[in-house]
């Protein structure tokens, strides 16, 4: 059997609300089975429906500001091998950081500003 692949240039719901790609009505893939079980009504806890007012609402959260592993590391008086060992991070990535050729991201750059801010707080969790 074949499959024919096709590319999708625009998508968009119709009148009626139902979804279009390239002009054809797309058909949600759904287990019909499930759709009468009493989960597939009952509230969600963990998600609720939100109206339109509460999104509005919502503020944009401002990303945590750069940070330079190599100024935290220094203040803690350590050197590479020690911070990574502590820390939980490869020598060879703090190396990259340190020398800008990556840059610590999410949860890297969230542990960093803690270790900044409380470093004896994070050994304590970690067990040190």
Do not use: C, Y
Not at 14 to 26: A, T
Not at 46 to 69: C, W
Request: aromatic share 4%.
């Amino acid at each position: 059997m074949t499959t024919k692949i096709e590319h999708i240039e625009r998508v968009r719901l119709d009148r009626e609300g139902r979804l279009r790609s390239n002009g054809r009505i797309v058909h949600a893939r759904v287990d019909r089975s499930r759709l009468n079980s009493p989960a597939a009504f009952a509230p969600d806890k963990d998600a609720p429906v939100l109206t339109a007012r509460e999104i509005s609402s919502f503020r944009r959260v401002k990303p945590l500001k750069a940070i330079d592993p190599s100024v935290v590391r220094k203040r803690l008086r350590m050197s590479q091998t020690a911070f990574a060992h502590v820390f939980g991070v490869s020598v060879r990535t703090v190396q990259e950081w340190e020398q800008h050729r990556r840059r610590p991201a999410g949860a890297a750059r969230a542990l960093l500003q803690v270790i900044d801010r409380e470093p004896e707080a994070v050994r304590r969790a970690i067990g040190l």
